[in-house]
């Protein structure tokens, strides 16, 4: 694949200072990202933090850094261009160095955006976000995902008087050490105690936590459908989002939808609406500001209260150009259809993966809501088909992530997805062969 921002790996430009003699093809195509690696091991512990990078997974066939990016392409340091589908984890909604926001984005950052007090956009944007997602009264704007869920659930406790949270079994709510599972022992015994979980859909085990722990209960908190890592991606039942309201409700517990994942890619007016839901307080960002830092706590009119009295603050958390950034990206989605075009491009994406799958002998699913594609092969429970698979896509030029959910944004087009597929079918056949 050719592209116009850099050199397609089938064409890549291996000059003298390139090309050492001994060095395997992708420690060429990879050199100056390997390079920047092995200094960050210097410097940054890990290289990388989280584990980010799919390179870690599947050796010589990622890139560790990237260099830019405009539209649905990325290019790393050493010129690679690829399809992007996983969209700076979800955070580039309307495609990378959109001009609709970035042009108001960077005129507010000449004009000053990290300033004494807000700016009005915080107003502006806070009465949009109220408007437009269901059920809300109210928004907290901070940074990080985990700053919104961890408030949330701090509010949820403080109103309540009660200590614990209830949430499902391998969701994500961030990084924290209340709620991620990587920190060690000592943090997790202490600070999740209190966090007791259950199969996500179950109702009988949420019914059964519900009884264990009366009246000790201070919130449920979900993501809109459940998107674990390593496995097929669910969708809540109506029983299911029946059942924790009651429960919350006869309990006197808080429901908590996090949709940080998902945004607006299933419905403007928040995921809780297209599936029915009636949370208390719901967590977005990511693609709230097309990758400018931001995220939202925002609540119901009984929980203002409580949310005032917290002490709410963060150095960087009023800063103007990702609010400018936000309402730009509203915009832009509001103008093109963004919900329907994203699934629209997902089916097809969807639709012609698990057909060539199909056609290559595999049973290739695609799982999750379209605009936000999660694959998997049922041969295949350890997932070493899809690292094999996206090695292969990486090799044709198309960035997918083999055990993180992909993204769809408003730039990729249907010729991105004709060519995806188009690489797809040699994957496959080389899956195959
Ligand atoms: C559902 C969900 N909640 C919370 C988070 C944490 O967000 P952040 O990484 O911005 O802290 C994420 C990030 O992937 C997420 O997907």
Not at 236 to 241: A, K, L, Q, R, S
């Given at each position: 694949?050719?592209?116009?921002?850099?050199?397609?790996?089938?064409?890549?430009?291996?000059?003298?200072?390139?090309?050492?003699?001994?060095?395997?093809?992708?420690?060429?195509?990879?050199?100056?990202?390997?390079?920047?690696?092995?200094?960050?091991?210097?410097?940054?512990?890990?290289?990388?933090?989280?584990?980010?990078?799919?390179?870690?997974?599947?050796?010589?066939?990622?890139?560790?850094?990237?260099?830019?990016?405009?539209?649905?392409?990325?290019?790393?340091?050493?010129?690679?261009?690829?399809?992007?589908?996983?969209?700076?984890?979800?955070?580039?909604?309307?495609?990378?160095?959109?001009?609709?926001?970035?042009?108001?984005?960077?005129?507010?950052?000449?004009k000053?955006?990290?300033?004494?007090?807000?700016?009005?956009?915080?107003?502006?944007?806070?009465?949009?976000?109220?408007?437009?997602?269901?059920?809300?009264?109210?928004?907290?704007?901070?940074?990080?995902?985990?700053?919104?869920t961890?408030?949330?659930?701090?509010?949820?406790?403080?109103?309540?008087?009660?200590?614990?949270?209830?949430?499902a079994?391998?969701?994500?709510?961030?990084?924290?050490?209340?709620?991620?599972?990587?920190?060690?022992?000592?943090?997790?015994?202490?600070?999740?105690?209190?966090?007791?979980?259950?199969?996500?859909?179950?109702?009988?085990?949420?019914?059964?936590?519900?009884?264990?722990?009366?009246?000790?209960?201070?919130?449920?908190?979900?993501?809109?459908?459940?998107?674990?890592?390593?496995?097929?991606?669910?969708l809540?039942?109506?029983?299911?989002?029946a059942?924790?309201?009651?429960?919350?409700?006869?309990?006197?517990?808080?429901?908590?939808?996090?949709?940080?994942?998902?945004?607006?890619?299933?419905?403007?007016k928040?995921?809780?609406?297209?599936?029915?839901?009636?949370?208390?307080?719901i967590?977005?960002?990511?693609?709230?500001?097309?990758?400018?830092?931001?995220?939202?706590?925002?609540?119901?009119?009984?929980?203002?209260?409580?949310?005032?009295?917290?002490?709410?603050?963060?150095?960087?958390?009023?800063?103007?150009?990702?609010?400018?950034?936000?309402?730009?990206?509203?915009?832009?989605?509001?103008?093109?259809?963004?919900?329907?075009r994203?699934?629209?491009?997902?089916?097809?994406?969807?639709?012609?993966?698990?057909s060539?799958?199909?056609?290559?002998?595999?049973?290739?699913?695609?799982?999750?809501?379209?605009?936000?594609?999660?694959?998997?092969?049922?041969?295949?429970?350890?997932?070493?088909?899809?690292?094999?698979?996206?090695?292969?896509?990486?090799?044709?030029?198309?960035?997918?992530?083999?055990?993180?959910?992909?993204?769809?944004?408003?730039?990729?087009?249907?010729?991105?997805?004709?060519?995806?597929?188009?690489?797809?079918?040699?994957?496959?056949a080389?899956?195959?062969?």
């Open positions: 694949m050719s592209g116009e921002m850099g050199n397609g790996p089938g064409e890549q430009s291996e000059g003298p200072s390139k090309a050492k003699q001994g060095q395997s093809r992708a420690e060429k195509r990879f050199e100056t990202s390997i390079a920047y690696f092995e200094r960050a091991a210097k410097v940054i512990p890990g290289g990388i933090y989280g584990s980010k990078s799919p390179g870690f997974l599947v050796p010589g066939h990622f890139p560790y850094y990237l260099s830019h990016a405009k539209g649905s392409r990325i290019v790393d340091v050493d010129g690679n261009e690829f399809i992007d589908y996983l969209c700076g984890y979800g955070s580039q909604i309307v495609g990378y160095g959109n001009p609709a926001v970035d042009e108001p984005a960077l005129a507010q950052a000449r000053g955006d990290l300033l004494n007090q807000p700016h009005p956009v915080m107003v502006e944007l806070a009465e949009r976000l109220v408007g437009l997602v269901d059920g809300m009264d109210w928004a907290v704007f901070v940074k990080n995902g985990t700053d919104a961890t408030l949330a659930t701090s509010i949820a406790r403080a109103d309540t008087g009660k200590q614990i949270i209830i949430a079994e391998g969701a994500y709510h961030g990084a924290a050490n209340w709620c991620s599972t990587n920190v060690f022992p000592v943090f997790t015994q202490a600070e999740q105690r209190d966090v007791r979980y259950f199969p996500y859909n179950d109702v009988a085990a949420l019914e059964a936590l519900f009884r264990q722990h009366r009246e000790k209960i201070a919130c449920v908190i979900l993501t809109p459908y459940h998107h674990p890592t390593y496995k097929p991606q669910q809540p039942t109506p029983e299911f989002i059942t924790v309201e009651r429960l919350c409700h006869s309990e006197g517990a808080y429901f908590i939808m996090d949709d940080i994942r998902a945004n607006f890619r299933l419905s403007m928040g995921s809780h609406s297209f599936f029915g839901a009636h949370p208390e307080m967590t977005m960002g990511k693609a709230l500001a097309n990758g400018y830092p931001l995220s939202v706590l925002l609540g119901t009119e009984g929980l203002k209260k409580t949310a005032s009295s917290f002490f709410i603050t963060g150095t960087y958390w009023m800063s103007a150009v990702p609010m400018i950034a936000a309402m730009a990206t509203l915009d832009e989605m509001e103008r093109l259809g963004g919900t329907e994203l699934a629209q491009l997902g089916r097809m994406l969807k639709e012609g993966l698990e060539l799958g199909r056609e290559a002998g595999f049973s290739a699913r695609i799982s999750g809501p379209l605009a936000i594609p999660y694959l998997t092969f049922d041969e295949d429970p350890d997932l070493f088909l899809n690292q094999r698979f996206c090695a292969a896509m990486a090799d044709r030029g198309v960035f997918m992530h083999p055990h993180h959910n992909w993204f769809i944004s408003l730039a990729h087009t249907e010729e991105d997805i004709a060519q995806t597929l188009e690489a797809a079918r040699g994957a496959f080389e899956l195959r062969d």
